[in-house]
Each structure stands twice: as C-alpha cells, then as structure tokens.
C-alpha cells in the first residue's frame, strides 16, 4: 500500500517561533495533499489542501498567512506554523492521494495518511 | 448541526464481543463512507470504503450503510485486544470526494 510519512513526529518549541512540518508520499506522486489538525478527543479537522504547482486552498477559519503550506514536489508537502502560540499546539497529520489507485467503479481516490506531527508549543 | 455525528464513547467490551459503531450524518450527497481505525498518537489507517449503500465484509469487520436513514455502522466480529482503538468514519462527496468530513471517533477498548 502507498506510504506516506511526516517529519518531525514530535516538535516541542517557544512561543513565537516557526515550524515546519514535512510530509512526503514514499512510493507514489501525490498531486494532492491534506492538511489535517487534531485536538485531543475531537476529530480531523482539514485545514488546507495542497495542490503540487500551486496554492494551497484554505479552509475557512483557517489563516493561511499563519500556516504556510509549500507543495514544490509530487511527493513532498510542507506546512510552516509561523510565530506559533500556545493555541496552536495539536496533532498535525497529512494526507495524500494517488491518482493511479483510483477505483474504477466508484472513482473513489484513497487519501493515505501520515503517522501525524504533535505540536507543542511552551 | 455538525455534518457527522459519532458518539465518542468510550466503550469496553470483554474479548470475543461483537461490537458496533456508528455515525449519522446530515448530507444526502455522500457517496463514500469509510471507516478508519486510529491508535494513540498516530495517523488513521483504512479499515474499509463503501460507496453509496449497502454492506460490505472484510474478515471480521463489517460496513454497512442505510442512505435512507443516513446512518452508516461497522461490525467488529470477535473483537480482540488489538481491535483496541479508536475509530473514526469519513465520508465524502463524489466525483473527486476531495474533502472528508469526519466524526469524533469512537473510543474502544477490548478487554481480555
């Protein structure tokens, strides 16, 4: 099955300061990825999706300002939180399709996960 | 009104159990409903995918969707401690099903 990682697992940093978040699809190109936040107890909420070759696509409530989302490659995704605050520490996960495993009846495309970055923020 | 609702639980069954999750939901152009089991501190993992209604089997586990009541459910057959989880269903709109709305998750806990 496709394989998607993210790095680092977890990232413990002051308040103020940025982080990246990397997410990569080992074996297939992604042409899109997800970004997803996660508070404990509560489900995936997407925040952005990531297109390889343009800008990502914010969902709404989310500031795209403060989380920088760079899809340079078809296997590679990073989400910048800049100047992060304590709010912002979460579970971050990313996802990712494969064009070619497209279901044939159903068209269904599966978005294959990352293992998630928890954020800390002191 | 959330657009998937799941009841959190948690919820402990002894070994060998026939558990059942849930969720209802409020959109009538779902298409894709999946189930995704997720352990501590890490990413979902696909457990099964039905497109539009019906039942689908996998093993022990399975999916069964009821569009006319908007609620979906998976069957977990002979439940083990490593059925231990928390599982989350997603559901999407077609044809691309880009975005997935997902619910709470429902905590298990299979006791031996």
């Known amino acids: 099955g496709a394989v998607v990682s993210q790095h680092p697992s977890w990232v413990i940093c002051k308040s103020g300061t940025s982080v990246k978040i990397e997410c990569r699809s080992l074996d297939f190109q992604a042409t899109t990825m997800f970004w997803y936040r996660q508070f404990p107890k509560q489900s995936l909420m997407l925040m952005a999706t990531s297109n390889e070759g343009s800008k990502a696509t914010y969902e709404q409530g989310v500031e795209k300002d403060k989380f920088l989302i760079n899809h340079a490659s078809l296997t590679l995704s990073t989400l910048t939180v800049t100047s992060a605050h304590p709010e912002d520490s979460s579970f971050y996960i990313c996802?990712?399709?494969?064009?070619?495993?497209?279901?044939?009846?159903?068209?269904?495309?599966?978005?294959?996960f990352g293992p998630g970055t928890r954020l800390t923020v002191l | 009104q959330k657009e998937v609702e799941q009841d959190p639980g948690p919820l402990s069954v002894p070994e060998g159990a026939i558990v059942s999750l849930n969720c209802t939901y409020s959109?009538?152009?779902?298409?894709?409903f999946m189930w995704y089991r997720q352990y501590s501190r890490k990413g979902p993992e696909l457990l099964m995918y039905t497109y539009s209604s019906g039942n689908k089997e996998d093993g022990r586990f399975t999916a069964q969707v009821d569009k006319s009541s908007k609620y979906i459910s998976l069957f977990i057959r002979d439940s083990q401690p490593s059925d231990s989880a928390t599982y989350l269903c997603a559901m999407s709109v077609p044809p691309t099903g880009n975005q997935f709305y997902f619910g709470t998750g429902t905590s298990l806990t299979v006791i031996p």
């Open positions: 959109n009538s152009a779902f298409q894709y």
């Open positions: 996802s990712a399709r494969d064009p070619g495993q497209r279901d044939s009846l159903s068209s269904y495309n599966e978005q294959f």
